[in-house]
């Protein structure tokens, strides 16, 4: 089990993601406060602290921002 925490404020840039995937492990996105934007398979999710996002082995991702309020994320 890995765990990282991120907190970015509103404006900021988050650090240049490249698409990528993992081969056997699954990825969750909860966001505690604000929203962040994640493309998954060339669609931009914006996810909030109302649903988690799972991303799937095999599917291909990138965290691309953060919204104006800025986002606390695990």
Known sequence: LRVNFS???????????????????TTYFCVVSGSLIVEVEGEEIVVTRE???????MEKYRTLGV????????
């Open 7 to 25: 907190e970015f404020n509103g404006g900021d840039e988050l650090p240049v993601d490249r698409v990528h995937y993992h081969t056997t492990r």
């Open 51 to 57: 649903a988690m996002l799972e991303i799937l082995p």
């Open 67 to 74: 919204g104006d309020e800025g986002c606390k994320y695990v």
